[in-house]
């Protein structure tokens, strides 16, 4: 099955513990981002990758490390996180030879930082 | 800051009625999108329409773009209970790269 999977799903977590969310995707897509979404904010793009070894800012990258050594794998990495970095995020892909370029979301992780 | 804006932010209409909803943006784009998302779920894609286009029907969706108001519009037609969702526009600026950005959300709630 065709699908991006994020781990963990919930997580609580303390002010300054390291922490890295992984995505993962089955689908060969060169294309993968990370986006935060907040209540009122609507999704905002934290980074993205257009292919292995490439990554760039989003709008909101401040405090987030991301990489991008393997196609299917996109980690977010949070080095010292805090409580304003409390989200739910998500992750996604996509392929440049798609016509309808349409990115496929993972199912979300609930990030609550203390 | 955020490309997308959306209105209503919020809409409750009658099963059988249309829901319209609207999405303004502030630079040029290749191509604006359309998603889904239930209750805190992943986000689903519903439609593409690409700059050079105008508007574009997929099933009860049809999308129209407007790229000197810089604004788009998704009507869901005959809406059903099911179509209870946010649903947001993403505005897609390509060109060695790629960043999308998200509007803040219409919250459709279609009362059976």
């Known amino acids: 099955e065709a699908q991006v999977t994020q781990n963990p799903r919930y997580l609580i977590t303390v002010t300054g513990k390291k922490l890295t969310v992984t995505c993962s995707q089955n689908?060969?897509?060169?294309?993968m981002s990370w986006y935060r979404q907040d209540p009122g904010l609507g999704l905002r793009q934290i980074y993205y990758?257009?292919?292995?070894?490439?990554?760039d800012k989003g709008d909101v990258p401040e405090g987030y490390k991301v990489s991008r050594k393997e196609k299917r794998n996109f980690p977010l990495i949070l080095e010292s996180p805090s409580p304003n970095q409390t989200s739910l995020y998500f992750c996604?892909?996509?392929?440049?030879?798609?016509?309808?370029?349409?990115?496929?979301f993972g199912p979300g992780t609930r990030l609550t930082v203390l | 800051s955020q490309q997308g804006e959306e209105d209503p932010q919020a809409l409750s209409i009658q099963e059988g009625e249309n829901a319209t909803m609207n999405c303004s943006y502030k630079?040029?784009?290749?191509?604006l999108q359309w998603y889904r998302q239930n209750s805190g779920r992943g986000l689903v894609h519903l439609i593409l329409?690409?700059?050079?286009?105008r508007e574009k029907h997929s099933g009860r969706l049809r999308v129209t773009l407007d790229t000197s108001k810089k604004s788009s519009s998704l009507l869901i037609t005959a809406s059903r209970a099911a179509d209870t969702a946010s649903y947001f526009c993403?505005?897609?600026?390509?060109?060695?790269?790629?960043?999308?950005?998200f509007g803040t959300g219409t919250k459709l709630q279609v009362i059976p």
């Open positions: 689908m060969n897509h060169e294309y």
């Open positions: 996604a892909s996509s392929s440049f030879g798609s016509a309808n370029n349409e990115q496929f």
């Open positions: 990758s257009m292919n292995v070894e490439v990554t």
């Open positions: 993403a505005t897609v600026v390509s060109g060695g790269y790629q960043k999308v950005t």
């Open positions: 329409i690409r700059s050079n286009e």
């Open positions: 630079t040029s784009i290749n191509n």
